[in-house]
Nanobody
Framework: QVQLVESGGGLVQAGGSLRLSCAAS????????AGWFRQTAGKEREFVAT????????YYADSVKGRFTISRDDAKDTVYLQMNGLKPEDTAGYFC??????????????????????WGQGTQVTVSS
């Protein structure tokens, strides 16, 4: 079992930055692929970014590419999402995910999304115009 707790959300003006953190506890997090997803009311949860267990591979949604950066610090059992150049359309609940049995590439797909084993409770990001 892995428990995931997100933090770092908040209210920011358009063009600003936030860094989200996802702290993991339980089994060795270094063996887990991790990712960030987001969801707004009435819409399906969508892929934002994923990172491999080694940190050597990352994947991004086209909508955030060049603005967001996913990283991990396994010494702290934490995954980060650095968000720069925020836009009002980035407003959403952001959720951390982890799984030990898929690649980061698979986690970025709809098929992988359906089989993710561990989710955090989410943190709200609101971007004002």
């Amino acid at each position: 079992q892995v428990q995931l707790v997100e933090s770092g959300g908040g209210l920011v003006q358009a063009g600003g930055s936030l860094r989200l953190s996802c702290a993991a506890s339980g089994r060795s997090f270094s063996n887990y692929v991790a990712g960030w997803f987001r969801q707004t009311a009435g819409k399906e949860r969508e892929f934002v970014a994923t990172i491999s267990a080694t940190g050597g591979s990352t994947y991004y949604a086209d909508s955030v590419k060049g603005r967001f950066t996913i990283s991990r610090d396994d010494a702290k059992d934490t995954v980060y999402l650095q968000m720069n150049g925020l836009k009002p359309e980035d407003t959403a609940g952001y959720f951390c995910a982890a799984d030990a049995k898929m690649t980061a590439g698979l986690m970025s797909t709809k098929l992988g999304f359906l089989h993710i084993n561990y989710w955090g409770q989410g943190t709200q990001v609101t971007v004002s115009s």
